[in-house]
């Protein structure tokens, strides 16, 4: 059980373009679920906090108009990097909880390379 | 601010052997702390999560122990197996606000040699 899937695992797209991560819990309803950001040998760095139906909640220095959050089901959170430049290549993780005493279930993470 | 370090970085055994890793934390209110494993390229698997009240947690061959006054846990990994081998991560759920974000440890790569 507790199962996220993540969708795309790989993206290599040319920049400018918009880029659009799913995030889903298959077998739980999520109540929050967290996207997160990791740069090679590094470890994770949060970068928002969504919860169902309502705004996500962005950590310092990660810009929400160029990182989309949306939360629009207990099952599915989506995030879309616009207008995407090389910069902004790394690995996205997505993580869901039903609440702060059960663990977070990652998703397998996304690849995303911008030429 | 809570700071998540964990030593060593990287580790390399024998297979057989038993093993501890460590992580330390700033600030001892945390509301739970949580280990993970990774794998190259993939996402984190759940290995224990240990709430602020427990000392420590069991599953298998790992155990992961928790002294919140030191701001200290440790996972001791006990006959490793070269399957093993992958980045072990810890976070710490400060809880504050009413918020339940995790602040992840920078890693210890570990690697069992057949």
């Known amino acids: 059980g507790a199962v996220v899937s993540q969708h795309p695992s790989w993206v290599i797209c040319k920049s400018g373009t918009s880029v659009k991560i799913e995030c889903r819990s298959l077998?739980?309803?999520?109540?929050?679920m967290f996207w997160y950001r990791q740069f090679p040998k590094q470890s994770l760095m949060l970068m928002a906090t969504?919860?169902?139906?309502?705004?996500?909640?962005?950590e310092q220095g990660v810009e929400k108009d160029k990182f989309l959050i949306n939360h629009a089901s207990l099952t599915l959170s989506t995030l879309t990097v616009t207008s995407a430049h090389p910069e902004d290549s790394s690995f996205y993780i997505c993580?869901?909880?039903?609440?702060?005493?059960?663990?977070?279930?990652f998703g397998d993470g996304t690849r995303l390379s911008i030429l | 601010k809570q700071e998540v370090t964990q030593i060593p970085a990287a580790l390399s055994v024998p297979e057989g052997e038993n093993l501890v890793l460590n992580c330390s934390f700033t600030?001892?209110?945390?509301?739970?702390l949580q280990w993970f494993r990774q794998d190259p390229g993939k996402g984190l698997t759940s290995l224990l999560l240990?709430?602020?009240?427990?000392r420590e947690q069991t599953s298998g061959r790992l155990n992961a122990s928790l002294d919140k006054s030191s701001g200290r846990s440790t996972l001791y990994i006990a006959a490793s197996q070269p399957g093993d081998s992958a980045t072990y991560l810890c976070?710490?759920?400060?809880?504050?606000?009413?918020?339940?974000?995790?602040?992840f440890g920078t890693g210890t790569r570990l690697k069992v040699l057949a």
């Open positions: 993580s869901a909880t039903t609440d702060s005493n059960q663990p977070q279930h």
């Open positions: 077998d739980f309803q999520a109540t929050t």
């Open positions: 969504s919860n169902e139906g309502s705004k996500a909640t962005y």
């Open positions: 600030d001892s209110a945390i509301y739970n």
């Open positions: 240990i709430q602020s009240s427990q």
């Open positions: 976070a710490v759920n400060p809880r504050t606000s009413g918020t339940y974000k995790y602040i």
